[in-house]
C-alpha cells in the first residue's frame, strides 16, 4: 500500500526557511514523479512544484518560483521542499503526492501545517 | 498558471443525479486527455476519483462518471448519497510541463 508520510512543518517567522521531508513507502519511489501541493486555511488546492522520477527536471508554480527547491534522494525514499523568504501567504497545508498515469494525483500524504507569521 | 474554472457550488437530493464543469482552454483540457478529479471530505487530504478524463480508480463506486468535450471536462455523480458531500477539484495537464487546478466546487447534499 502507498504510504506518503510529511513532516517539518511548524511556525515560522516572515522571512524564514523551513524544510519539508516526505517519507515514501508502498511503492518503487525512484520511479515516479512527485509533487508538493498546498492548500492555504479555508482555501482551494494550489500546486506547489513537480519533479521528475530521477530528480534531473523540476519546476515550480509562479508564487514559490526562486524562494523554494523541491528535491529528492530515491535512496532515501524521501522526497523535499525547502521553503526559503517564506511570506504570510505561504501559510497552508502542505501535502506530498504521487504522480500516476500522465499528471493524475493519485496518493496524497496527510499533509504537514506550514504557519509563517508577521 | 491560470486556475481551471468551477462553479463554486452544487447540490443534490440523495439518489439523484449531479454534473459538475471544469472549464479550460485549449492549453490544458482542451489539449490533453489528462484530466482528474478529486474528492476532499472536511478536515482530510484529497482522494482522487477520475483520472484520464474518464478512468476510475480501483475502489472507485461507479455512480462516479467524467467526461470532457472541447474545452471543458465534467464530472457526474449519480444515486447522490450523504456520503458524497465534500468539495470536488479538477486538474489538467497544460503546456510546457505543468498542469492546473480548478477552484473547487463544494457539493451539498439536500
Known amino acids: 500500500e502507498v504510504h506518503l508520510e510529511e513532516s517539518g512543518g511548524g511556525l515560522v517567522r516572515r522571512g524564514g526557511s523551513l524544510r519539508l521531508s516526505c517519507a515514501a513507502s508502498?511503492?518503487?519511489?525512484?520511479?515516479?514523479?512527485m509533487h508538493w501541493v498546498r492548500q492555504g486555511p479555508g482555501k482551494g488546492l494550489e500546486w506547489v512544484a513537480r519533479?521528475?522520477?530521477?530528480?534531473?527536471?523540476?519546476i515550480y508554480a509562479d508564487s514559490v518560483k526562486g524562494r523554494f527547491t523541491i528535491s529528492r534522494d530515491n535512496a532515501k525514499n524521501t522526497l523535499y521542499l525547502q521553503m526559503n523568504s517564506l511570506r504570510t501567504d505561504d501559510t497552508a497545508v502542505y501535502y506530498c503526492?504521487?504522480?500516476?498515469?500522465?499528471?493524475?494525483?493519485?496518493?496524497w500524504g496527510q499533509g504537514t501545517m506550514v504557519t509563517v507569521s508577521s | 498558471q491560470s486556475a481551471l474554472t468551477q462553479p463554486p457550488s452544487a447540490s443534490g437530493s440523495p439518489g439523484q443525479s449531479v454534473t459538475i464543469s471544469c472549464t479550460g482552454t485549449s492549453s490544458d483540457v482542451g489539449g490533453y486527455d489528462s484530466v482528474s478529479w478529486y474528492q476532499q471530505r472536511p478536515g482530510k487530504a484529497p482522494t482522487l476519483i477520475i483520472y484520464d478524463v474518464n478512468k476510475r480508480p480501483s475502489g472507485v463506486p461507479d455512480r462516479f462518471s467524467a467526461s470532457k468535450s472541447g474545452n471543458t471536462a465534467s464530472l457526474t455523480v449519480s444515486g447522490l448519497q450523504a456520503d458524497d458531500e465534500a468539495v470536488y477539484y479538477c486538474n489538467s495537464y497544460a503546456d510546457n510541463n505543468i498542469g492546473t487546478l480548478g477552484g473547487g466546487t463544494k457539493l451539498t447534499v439536500l
Open positions: 503526492v504521487r504522480e500516476a498515469w500522465r499528471y493524475s494525483f493519485a496518493n
Open positions: 508502498g511503492f518503487t519511489f525512484g520511479s515516479y514523479w
Open positions: 519533479i521528475k522520477h530521477d530528480g534531473s527536471f523540476t
